[in-house]
């Protein structure tokens, strides 16, 4: 199958998994209508879900079918939503647009928002939690622990806050990494590990992936900042040259676009490198560093 | 030993959890120091960690060693400050003070105090999934799902927004009691199931505790409306009279002081009476209810 129809296969599962995951029939649905609306909004309103790819191609290297993988994949999913809806508030980023849309605080209001942001967060564990994601207790607290060091203060959390801070002092390429690691990349790394863990993936194999998520997680950066330098607001789905405008250090202003897309193939080639062990069954993993190197939005 | 020596032993083990837990030698440290600031100031700046002492009790009855309980029951703290963090946010409830010093956002800034309130919830859940929690993942699969239902949107985020949207709408006794069942009942229900699942106690143990929470949790808010409308601000450690001067619809305003009273000693009898399956084990956990009675600050 080709990629692309393989991404959004993925893509409409992912919708339906996390649908079914704020769907609420209870007696408190109605009073909890605006929190639950701006939590349905937050996650549904589009997205390629390349996150819960990861996590469900990965699984799918160790024989995993889609569906056991899906809820873990939402739980991911749920967290990404989450972050974007706080870093775009107005303490934090202040962007108005999202996807093509009005942003969370701006379709609802600041405190909707952020409580959004925080079910949706703890929303996430509550799936990992569940018999349903994974029979084996070991693998859901596994995810757990994941999850919550990917996202945490040490993590995704944490590269936020260094780059916020990034914007009032000089960063230099490899401040610009670091910040990326965390913010961006803690994450696509766990994604990926969460496919193994699903997987029953041993210490090699999980080493392995990690170096290939790592790769991976840098290149979707890079691959970012050269559409925020180069893309076009309306096909990229929010502001662009935001970060020239800021005078942000990025790998575009601290490489130039040149030596930045020079980078990005050697991303590109290390990431599929890392799946060396690995024959056919990763050819899709592979095509998604590809992917990630080479979109426009 | 007496129940105030009893709590305030509890309080310093919990608090050393608590600091341990925040310690970070990592390379990173320097620079995420204001945000593992903040996250310690959220933390660490008092509170008499009364759900963590309910964690550690109930975990008690069922033989379980303090030691053992110690991290479940910071998990748990790290959830309550994360939310009062959250709470006292401008667009939020807006408070200045609380336990007597700055809120986090004006100790720090808003952007900081948002991402030390995202990164103590995911630390929660972080502890939860450690091997050091418990040795038995079941164990901590039913703490993570348990922290994350009774924390999240159709728990205690539920509760906040119910109570944000009870701010503009006439709310009746019935919806005050729903909205603080939710806000902070969840969460005490849930700091006293987790010591039943701690100790491995069983279905008709737990629904016995979830009763004992329930009143426990009710006569937590009722008496700490009482506070509000007639205690002193320096000795709460925060604004007092906000509920009568926003016109808020309380247990106060709706059935006044005397019968607010009355209802309390009947919920302490609730909980006590939920305890008598068991023996003298049981005493500092109705102690406990004595206190919240009780309690002026």
Redesign the interface.
């Known amino acids: 199958m080709d990629f692309a129809l393989k991404l959004e296969a993925c893509r409409q599962a992912v919708d339906a998994a996390l649908a079914g995951l704020l769907e609420?029939k209870?007696a408190?649905a109605t009073?909890?209508a605006?929190?639950?609306g701006a939590?349905r909004y937050a996650t549904l309103g589009g997205g390629k879900r390349f996150r819960p790819f990861l996590v469900v191609e990965t699984a799918a290297l160790f024989g995993v079918p889609q569906a056991k993988a899906l809820a873990a994949a939402a739980a991911v999913e749920c967290v990404h939503c989450?972050s974007l809806v706080?870093d775009d508030?107005p303490?934090?980023d202040d962007d108005d647009m999202r996807r093509g849309r009005p942003t969370v605080h701006k379709a609802f209001?600041?405190?909707?928002a952020?409580?959004a942001?925080?079910?949706l967060?703890?929303?996430a564990?509550?799936v990992?939690?569940?018999?349903e994601t994974d029979p084996?207790?070991?693998v859901?607290?596994?995810l757990?622990?994941?999850?919550?060091?990917a996202?945490?203060?040490?993590g995704m959390?944490?590269g936020?806050?260094?780059d916020?801070?990034a914007e009032h002092t000089p960063t230099d390429l490899e401040g610009v990494i670091?910040i990326e690691a965390?913010k961006t990349g803690a994450l696509i790394e766990f994604s990926v590990i969460a496919g193994a863990i699903l997987g029953r993936g041993g210490a090699v194999e999980r080493q392995a992936l990690a170096r290939y998520a790592r790769a991976l997680g840098l290149a979707f950066q890079i691959a970012d900042d050269l559409l925020d330098a180069e893309g076009d607001a309306a096909e990229v789905g929010k502001a662009t040259a935001k970060d020239a405008a800021s005078g942000k250090a990025t790998f575009i202003s601290l490489l130039g676009i040149e030596a930045s897309r020079v980078k990005l193939k050697e991303l590109e080639a290390e990431a599929i490198g890392a799946l060396d062990a690995w024959d056919g069954r990763a050819d899709v993993l592979r095509e998604a560093a590809r992917f990630v190197v080479q979109r426009r939005s």
């Open positions: 609420s209870s408190e009073q909890l605006p929190l639950a939590m989450y706080h508030l303490a934090m209001d600041e405190a909707t952020i409580l942001g925080d079910a967060l703890t929303l564990f509550e990992l939690g569940r018999p084996d207790p070991l859901r607290s596994e757990v622990l994941g999850l919550a060091h996202g945490g203060w040490q959390v944490g936020q806050m260094l916020l801070l670091r965390l």
